[in-house]
């Protein structure tokens, strides 16, 4: 489409309208940002971006992210006037209503438009980072002609503003994503009011500094926004382009003003602001000619995808490549399997970090598709294996990732990489620091990614580094989390189905708590216990009056308190528990012949009891409520009471024996 001013810039009045008219309905949402960012997305969309309506998910797509979210209107009103099937004008109307696919910030899940869910700022940018990351891996497996899109972000001066973008642009920049490219809608405000109220920093300068190009543009010329984004698509670094807007462009009383950040215009600025537009249609009501040439642009898209199309059919590996892109497992499990049958033959003593290597080893010998990593604790998180050669400039096709000391950027390319689709993400760091990417991890349940992270050192048990490395709320807090599978597995055999569960999981994110220390086998045979997210592992030989109930490391000690119990003539069960989600899945008989009422339960496991109540009821709860110790693992086990010496005469107390 040409850059003729007298066409494109109703096409932009229609997003203006558009997203006044519905945050007006709502009486809540946010006009400032798509109403400033409507021009720079209209040349955008009929210059640069690749997509097409009629197939929203084609894998080789560009990725439009909006990473500021909270401008949710800019993405649906370019949806519908695109010609996508949904959202409707009448979803539109229906903008932040209960059941509306448009919700007040943008959902993967509601939108086949929608790349990825933003709204928690900078983690838009950061995902795409991570697709970015997916575009270049599978350009260098299967080639440019059957991968080779641009991955754009709209971003504003919160999502620059965070952390994570420190971590996202460091990352992007060492790693020359040049398919990157970043629409800064720098419009010098955020809700408190003008930018240099918080900030003086150089943001251009910045980005330079970290591998990128820069480049400016006047946010409402529509000649020099395109130069830019043709500046920006032509280098082989990742682009930046600061667009100067004016927020609310368009509201003639309010625009420049954070007071159109966040609330509505109201009637009498809406009405001044058709006058100022020229825009004389009713409220959600589109001129036929400007919907004609925003869904001609839409319709253009077709042709770039049948010729992919016809390429993909054509090309030995297009099956592969689908196969990815469904997101389905590959149909020989056979490693896995004999993996499986040689730890029942010979099971070994490891720390569950080292039994997750020793599973890697066969997984990403067997699954292309795996890409792995860590932040900066490869040889302490035990993610990397022969098959994954490091990822670089040098080499793309590279499936470990050293992201470097950037847990939170990490795990936001990581959910990036999922939605992208065509890999599977795992990434390491110690568990205490999943704080530090607990909201992408959050991002991860919310958009039913298919992300493991592998959190090593899941306890005091690791020893001398002491309280500040030492997990203690961290495997509870992310069990909190809804739609995330937390694996705490207590050898080998569970650390091995705990991998193959968290793969056969494509909406869901999984967590795996693993030790530092060695632990014993405690299981002997490999028929998938773990599915059921906790199984008996040992039954009573003398009547029950207990069940022990632990998981990872403390299976060991519950068997070890079981024993001496036993000797004592007090019978007792053993329950190891891996994953709280998946028993809670499990029906009720199930759950309660595992946990029968009427029997003391007693729960151990080394971080906070808060919780356990649910399974033992007014059963004991063994844990540790306090922060840990600098000390070595075992001294730090009978310090804080998990040792069979130290429980054992509790339950014998609460048993009156
Ligand atoms: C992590 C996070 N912190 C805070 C918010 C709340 N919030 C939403 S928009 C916004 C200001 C963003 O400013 P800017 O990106 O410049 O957007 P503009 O006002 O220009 O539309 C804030 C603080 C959020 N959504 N995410
Ligand atoms: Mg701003």
Same mark, same amino acid.
């Given at each position: @489409?040409?850059?003729?001013?007298?066409?494109?810039?109703?096409?932009? /009045?229609?997003?203006?309208?558009?997203?006044?008219?519905?945050?007006?309905?709502?009486?809540?949402?946010?006009?400032?940002?798509?109403?400033?960012?409507?021009?720079?997305?209209?040349?955008?969309?009929?210059?640069?971006?690749k997509f097409d309506p009629a197939a929203p998910k084609w894998p080789d797509r560009d990725r439009f992210v909006l990473s500021a979210g909270h401008g949710s209107m800019l993405i649906y009103a370019l949806l519908y006037l695109t010609g996508y099937d949904a959202p409707t004008i009448e979803d539109?109307? /229906?903008?932040?209503?209960?059941?509306?696919?448009?919700? %007040?910030?943008?959902?993967?899940?509601?939108?086949?438009?929608?790349?990825?869910?933003?709204?928690?700022?900078?983690? %838009?940018?950061?995902?795409?980072?991570?697709?970015?990351?997916?575009? &270049?891996?599978?350009?260098?497996?299967?080639?440019?002609?059957?991968?080779?899109h641009k991955t754009w972000v709209v971003a504003g001066d919160g999502c620059l503003m965070e952390g994570i973008n420190h971590e996202a642009v460091g990352l992007a920049g060492t790693l020359q994503l040049g398919g990157l490219n970043v629409l800064w809608d720098d419009n010098n405000i955020t809700i408190d009011g003008d930018t240099s109220l918080s900030t003086c920093e150089d943001v251009l300068a910045r980005y330079r500094a970290s591998g990128w190009h820069t480049v400016s543009c006047d946010g409402h010329n529509y000649a020099d926004i395109s130069r830019a984004l043709a500046e920006a698509a032509a280098d082989p670094r990742p682009s930046l382009v600061a667009c100067k807007t004016v927020i609310g462009k368009g509201a003639p009383n309010k625009q420049g003003s954070h007071s159109v950040h966040g609330a509505p215009l109201g009637a009498d600025e809406i009405a001044a602001a058709r006058e100022f537009l020229g825009w004389t249609s009713a409220p959600f009501e589109v001129p036929a000619d400007i @919907?004609?040439?925003?869904?001609?642009?839409?319709?253009?898209?077709?042709?770039? &995808?049948?010729?992919?199309?016809?390429?993909?059919?054509?090309?030995?590996?297009?099956?592969?490549?689908?196969?990815?892109?469904? %997101?389905?497992?590959?149909?020989?499990?056979?490693?896995?399997?004999?993996?499986?049958?040689?730890?029942?033959?010979?099971?070994?003593?490891?720390?569950?970090?080292?039994?997750?290597? @020793?599973a890697l080893e066969a997984l990403t010998a067997s699954i292309p598709e795996l890409v792995g990593g860590s932040a900066d604790l490869t040889g302490s998180n035990l993610t990397k294996t022969k098959a994954t050669t490091p990822f670089s400039v040098a080499d793309y096709g590279g499936r470990h990732i050293h992201y470097g000391i950037r847990e939170f950027g990490m795990a936001a390319a990581m959910n990036g990489m999922a939605l992208h689709g065509g890999v599977i993400p795992y990434g390491g760091t110690f568990l205490v620091f999943a704080d530090y990417c607990r909201n992408a991890i959050r991002m991860s349940a919310i958009q039913r990614t298919r992300v493991v992270y592998v959190l090593t050192h899941d306890s005091i048990g690791l020893g001398e580094d002491g309280p500040t490395h030492q997990p203690i709320e961290h495997v509870m807090s992310l069990r909190a989390i809804p739609n995330l599978l937390v694996f705490r597995p207590a050898d080998a055999i569970e650390t091995a189905e705990s991998w193959m569960l968290a793969l056969k999981e494509p909406n869901r994110p999984s967590v795996l708590a693993l030790s530092r220390q060695n632990l014993p086998p405690v299981r002997f045979e490999a028929e998938?216990?773990?599915?059921?997210?906790?199984?008996?592992?040992?039954?009573?030989?003398?009547?029950?009056?207990?069940?022990?109930?632990?998981?990872?490391?403390?299976?060991?000690?519950?068997?070890?308190?079981?024993?001496?119990?036993?000797?004592?003539?007090?019978?007792?069960?053993?329950?190891?528990?891996?994953c709280w989600e998946l028993f809670d899945e499990q029906d009720g008989a199930y759950r309660a012949e595992l946990l029968p009422a009427g029997v003391l339960k007693v729960s151990i496991e080394a971080g906070v009891t808060l919780g356990w109540q649910k399974y033992i009821g007014d059963g004991l709860a063994i844990g540790i409520d306090r922060f840990g110790a600098s000390a070595p693992a075992d001294q730090l086990y009978d310090y804080f009471g998990l040792t069979a010496d130290k429980i054992v005469p509790q339950i014998k107390a609460r048993l009156g024996q």
């Open positions: @489409m040409s850059l003729d001013h007298t066409r494109l810039a109703p096409m932009a /009045n229609a997003i203006r309208a558009l997203s006044m008219d519905a945050v007006q309905a709502a009486n809540s949402g946010h006009p400032g940002m798509p109403m400033g960012m409507a021009d720079v997305a209209t040349v955008l969309f009929s210059q640069a971006l539109i109307r /229906n903008f932040r209503q209960l059941h509306s696919p448009c919700a %007040g910030h943008p959902e993967n899940f509601e939108l086949a438009g929608i790349e990825c869910t933003t709204g928690p700022l900078g983690q %838009g940018l950061a995902m795409a980072v991570g697709m970015a990351i997916a575009e &270049r891996h599978l350009n260098a497996g299967f080639g440019g002609d059957l991968v080779d @919907m004609a040439d925003w869904r001609s642009l839409g319709a253009k898209g077709a042709t770039a &995808r049948a010729a992919w199309e016809a390429r993909l059919a054509a090309d030995p590996q297009g099956p592969e490549l689908s196969r990815r892109m469904a %997101g389905a497992l590959p149909a020989d499990e056979s490693a896995t399997h004999d993996y499986l049958a040689s730890l029942v033959a010979g099971p070994p003593k490891v720390a569950t970090r080292k039994a997750s290597e @020793m998938m216990k773990t599915a059921q997210g906790a199984y008996r592992l040992k039954s009573a030989d003398a009547a029950r009056q207990v069940v022990l109930v632990a998981s990872g490391s403390e299976v060991e000690i519950a068997l070890g308190s079981a024993a001496a119990l036993e000797a004592a003539g007090i019978g007792a069960d053993v329950v190891s528990m891996p």
